[in-house]
């Protein structure tokens, strides 16, 4: 089921296997790419007021879809008007399908050609998420981009569990794609295949043959490491159509996200910036900083020079570091906001290296500067 509503058009770079720079347009808005999602799990990105989203540059954000079936369910916020209206925010949502947080439930589930059969964490309820009911429950949460349901393998993982969770995630791509009933959303597949070359070009070339409006790559923030994950990339990103959107998900370390941009990585998700930001560590361009430290009780500068995010603005390190010491809520907030910007400039900086074709040496000088590590 389609809709003119979703494009990508590439604006410049190369569109077939270098750094691209592009526009994924959606009935809420577009989104400039390469571009940063946050996390917003529970349809909230942790502390931080839909608002503020906008005034640190974010374009989208993500949801996910086993926490809102399990509380307070889909049908409910469905009732309340829809993702947009619970979250007030009216531009572009992503909802994941449940698949990577079923993984992680690895003691509590089971996985058969119908679907998975799992334990609620919240109540130890029996529930099971199939291809039919994981794309009938985005259709109810009303995402603009909805992802089809999977199979994550671990890392490491024998190949034939490697092997077995290709074929559930095409055969329940088949089965989403069948079940997919709104033309105002657009349902995408994930390339799946662990770190096994050969099934990652399978995963992706059969996947493509179905014809979803955008490919997401999927499996690379379970511990592989940055080499597996652009040895992946190397495989997978060249058999995606050059013409549509590709999404890594999970993925926010800078030499990754660099690595991934390099290889016509499109979009990306992760809770680094809020996860961290809620334990006292910046992103800054200089490294992280762990405002914990105790060298930080006096300091009256800002968590980053030049940073102009509210954080940035009006409070100090060593005001920062006393609301985490004193249990302030303030603190993880306004970290949580630093980082949000952070990651939007950086996005920023890494399209307008693309537009002015010099992402390699800009790319790299960004890295320098942040890790001292070469993104090959």
Not at 176 to 200: F, M, N, P, S
Request: charge should be neutral; proline fraction near 6%; include cysteine.
């Amino acid at each position: 089921m389609r809709s003119a509503s979703f494009t990508w058009q590439k604006i410049a770079g190369d569109a077939d296997r270098g750094p691209r720079l592009g526009r994924l347009t959606t009935p809420h808005g577009a989104v400039e790419t390469p571009a940063f999602i946050p996390v917003g799990t529970r349809a909230t990105v942790k502390g931080v007021l839909p608002d503020t989203l906008r005034a640190v540059g974010v374009q989208m954000v993500l949801a996910n879809t086993y926490h809102l079936v399990l509380r307070p369910g889909e049908q409910v916020i469905r009732d309340l008007g829809g993702l947009h209206a619970v979250m007030a925010w009216d531009g572009p949502i992503l909802t994941d399908s449940g698949g990577y947080q079923v993984f992680s439930l690895a003691d509590r589930r089971q996985v058969t050609d119908n679907g998975i059969t799992f334990r609620s964490h919240i109540d130890g309820a029996e529930v099971t998420l199939t291809p039919e009911s994981a794309v009938a429950a985005q259709n109810a949460l009303g995402a603009d981009v909805i992802m089809a349901l999977d199979v994550c393998p671990p890392y490491p993982c024998p190949r034939p569990e490697v092997e077995e969770a290709v074929r559930l995630t095409l055969a329940w791509a088949r089965r989403c794609l069948a079940a997919h009933a709104r033309k105002d959303q657009a349902l995408w597949g994930i390339v799946q295949g662990g770190v096994e070359e050969d099934l990652r070009q399978r995963c992706a070339r059969e996947l493509v043959d179905m014809d979803f409006p955008g490919y997401a790559v999927g499996g690379v923030s379970v511990g592989e490491g940055h080499e597996h994950l652009c040895r992946v990339l190397d495989v997978t990103a060249p058999l995606l159509p050059a013409e549509k959107p590709r999404y890594l998900m999970g993925v926010g370390e800078p030499r990754d996200v660099v690595a991934a941009v390099a290889r016509g990585i499109d979009l990306f998700d992760c809770v680094l910036p809020t996860r961290n930001g809620r334990n006292a560590s910046a992103f800054t361009f200089d490294g992280q900083v762990r405002l914990r430290n105790e060298r930080f009780r006096t300091d009256v500068g800002p968590i980053e020079a030049g940073c102009d995010c509210p954080a940035c603005r009006g409070f100090s390190r060593g005001a920062v570091r006393h609301f985490f010491q004193a249990g302030e809520m303030l603190g993880p907030i306004l970290v949580s906001i630093h980082n949000l910007r952070f990651f939007t400039r950086l996005f920023g900086r890494l399209r307008g290296a693309i537009r002015a074709g010099r992402f390699r040496d800009d790319a790299q000088a960004l890295l320098d500067r942040y890790a001292r590590t070469d993104y090959k």
